[in-house]
């Protein structure tokens, strides 16, 4: 009985077999990231460029059902704004766009990217359901071409 009650924890042990938890809904990258520059190519980002952009000023614009756009704004998350900027090794400045939330209709989401001089980027993209990926993504209603193999949303380039 006492050899019984030795082995009978450690076959328990070996039969449960735990199932492994299956990713639901989209699992990867959870930002875009987005490279402003001028028609040089230098980097509009950093203040010591002429006619810089100001992140103070900038907003993320989702479009709610009515179809009027609001201003993401919730101050208790990470990147209150929708966005962080970051800075490469070499010093160069990005904007890593969030994409949770927005107007989404199927597997796209639209958002908009508002400046202090008033004007507006639109940036859609397709959530591919089921991967791990985000999938094609549009800038003022032009795809951008990228690399889709990897898990990755590459680098997206806007001339201002």
Known sequence: ???????????????CKKE????????????????FKNSTG???????????????QIQLLDVNDAG??????KPLLDAPKGFRLIQDDAGV??????????????NK??????????????ITFE??????IIGNIWVNDILVPRNLDKNTTGLIEIVK
């Open 1 to 15: 009985m006492k050899k019984f009650l030795f082995i009978l924890p450690i076959v328990l042990l070996f039969a």
């Open 20 to 35: 492994q938890a299956k990713p639901t809904g989209v699992t990867g990258p959870s930002s875009i990231l987005i490279f």
């Open 42 to 56: 230098l980097d509009l980002l950093n203040p010591a460029t002429p006619n810089a952009l100001n992140p103070l």
């Open 68 to 73: 009027q756009k609001t201003v993401y704004l």
């Open 93 to 106: 400045n990005y904007m890593s766009l969030t994409y949770s939330g927005g107007l989404r209709t199927g």
């Open 109 to 122: 989401i639209t958002r908009y990217l508002k400046f202090d001089n008033g004007s507006e980027d639109k």
């Open 127 to 132: 959530v591919m359901i089921g991967t791990e």
